[in-house]
């Protein structure tokens, strides 16, 4: 059968019609692929957030990542980076109990480690105490003991003092401490963005990470008679035990700080970190720190 010039051509239309179709409907399926593969982002209660991850230092997250914030016991974690930067530190030295330290908890209705006066405790045992079960007694311990001075409060003056020089030494301009455990005399304060690098640089020590993704530990200390007791602590941080591969790290909360967390995970070979501030209650502290971190693993 012949075919003249007029059937040729539409022959060809056609082709190039299905060819164009094809490429459209191609061209949709990979656009909606593109936008299945990049989340939306999620919102948050906490008033600021951040995330990055930690091999990288790439921001994946950021929420008012550099406004200034009350930061409640998220503040430990530069109190045990200080202490474990210490030169020729020995985690096995004994700290006596002292009463100040008690009297201390007791007149700032503080979190507390539950530490008994006259028992000698172990500078590791005190970060278990820190970090754990939040010990602000334990906090005031390990200041008078690694700050310089001949009075307690010239050590705790100077141990803060160290506080902030790690602080500077981070490069971190949103960041001011004037306690050893966040509870603050009007300028203590931090950003989501610089609490999460104070953790990452934290991170770094092995003794850090083991105990900031310990849920609970059992620890045997020396009575001031030579005799001795075990003391019982869990981690505050809940999320330990509720979010796949978590591995710390400090949790924080107070009137002006509200609800804060500080918190990294790591999946298949990735590690993100990231900060919560002033979320508006322990739930929603938690539930904000999933959103973000699971959008965070996705990215």
Do not use: E
């Amino acid at each position: 059968m012949k075919i003249g010039i007029k059937g040729i051509n539409r022959v060809s239309a056609a082709a190039t019609v299905a060819l164009t179709a094809g490429a459209v409907i191609a061209g949709s399926v990979f656009a909606s692929t593109a936008q299945a593969a990049t989340p939306p982002t999620p919102t948050i209660t906490a008033k600021g957030g951040y995330v990055m991850n930690n091999g990288t230092a790439k921001t994946l997250f950021s929420k008012a990542a550099d406004t200034r914030r009350s930061t409640g016991s998220t503040t430990k974690i530069m109190t045990a980076k200080v202490v474990l930067s210490q030169k020729n530190l020995n985690l096995d030295s004994k700290v006596t109990i002292q009463k100040a330290y008690s009297d201390y908890i007791v007149s700032k209705g503080a979190s507390s480690a539950r530490l008994i006066v006259g028992d000698k405790v172990t500078v590791r045992q005190l970060l278990y105490g820190l970090m754990l079960p939040s010990g602000c007694d334990a906090a005031y311990a390990l200041a008078d003991k690694f700050g310089s001075g001949t009075t307690r409060a010239a050590r705790v003056k100077s141990f803060i003092g160290k506080m902030n020089a790690q602080a500077k030494s981070l490069g971190l301009n949103n960041t001011h401490f004037d306690s050893f455990d966040g509870i603050s005399n009007g300028s203590n304060y931090s950003t989501p963005r610089d609490l999460t690098k104070i953790a990452s640089s934290a991170m770094k020590s092995s003794t850090f990470r083991t105990v900031v993704k310990t849920k609970s530990t059992k620890q045997k200390v020396t009575t001031k008679s030579g005799g001795y007791r075990y003391m019982s602590w869990s981690n505050t941080n809940a999320m330990l035990s509720s979010y796949s591969g978590a591995i710390g790290v400090k949790t924080g909360s107070g009137p002006t700080a509200k609800y804060c967390l500080v918190f990294a995970a790591t999946r298949n070979g990735k590690t993100v970190i990231g900060t919560v501030l002033a979320s508006t209650s322990a739930a929603n502290r938690s539930a904000d720190m999933k959103k973000i971190m699971d959008y965070s693993f996705k990215k």
